[in-house]
Structures are given as C-alpha cells and as structure tokens.
C-alpha cells in the first residue's frame, strides 16, 4: 500500500508515493523522476547513492522513503546553479578531470559538497577520510581530490572578496 511522504527535494516541496519497502534511492529515481542519483550496490558499500539529507551525506539505498517524512533532501540534480552555471565542484570535476564513466560521480560531488559544507579548508586525509565510502574503479582518486582542493580554495576565496 502506498503512502504519500512529504519531503524537500532540491529547494521543492514533493510528496512522493512509496511503499514501506521502497527505498529513498529507489523512491528518488522512480517516483521523483531524480535519475541523476546512482544505484550501485544497493547494500550502502559503493557510495553511488550518495545525497545530502538534512545536511547530512547518507546513502540513500540505506534509507527508507517513508524515512524521508520532512526531511530536506539535496540531489546532484539541485547542485547546479543555473542552467549555463555549474556548481564549483562540477566545474572542478571537469576543469581536473575528476570523472571518467561519471557512474560514482554524482556520489562523490555530493559527499565532497557535504564535506565541505562542514569543514571548508579540508586537508588532504581529511578529504580521502570523507570519500573513503565512495568506490570509483577509473580515476585513482588523485584527480578527484585535487579538484576537491581546488574547489575548496576558490569557496575560500570567493568569501575573502
């Protein structure tokens, strides 16, 4: 039996219809139409899944829709600033070459943007602490956290000015 759940997706008030069994990730990708968020290995070890819930990276095949009553939810789909504006990680993704198949990308930007969320001048060990739950089988991650330094630097920088 189906249950409207109330939740803030991407700035948005949604009611999305699930089932008690019906995962966020699953409820995400299907009844929001938000496909952006990976479905990986479906037992919270890969990392793909990953989204910001009330402030917090969570993997979303680790939560259940009906969970996500009145929570507020950030998707890769809402990071983007506008249309022709990417958000600083994005840009850095691509500027650095962070991605290569893009599968664990929306997952790595979104527990990168929660880490920097907490903590603006990461370290390095601070940076591949946050991603160690992300699995990338590509890139080797050396690009990834540069882009995630670059970023951090240019979010300092813009708040100097």
Known sequence: MNRLVSMTINGE??????????????????????????KGCDVGDCGA???VMDGKPVNACLVLGIEAEGANIETIEGLQLAYDRPHPLQQKFM??????????????????????DENPDPSEEEIRFALAGNICR?????????????????????KTL
């Open 95 to 116: 500027e650095f070459g962070g991605s290569q198949c893009d599968f664990c990308t929306p997952g790595i930007i979104m527990m990168s943007k929660a880490l920097l």
């Open 138 to 158: 590509c890139t080797g991650y050396t690009k990834i956290i540069d882009a995630v330094r670059a970023t951090a630097e240019e979010l300092r920088k813009a």
């Open 13 to 38: 008030v949604r009611e999305l219809a699930v089932t008690p069994n019906l995962t966020l990730l699953d409820a995400l990708r299907s009844e929001g139409g938000l496909t952006g968020t990976k």
């Open 49 to 51: 899944c990953t989204i």
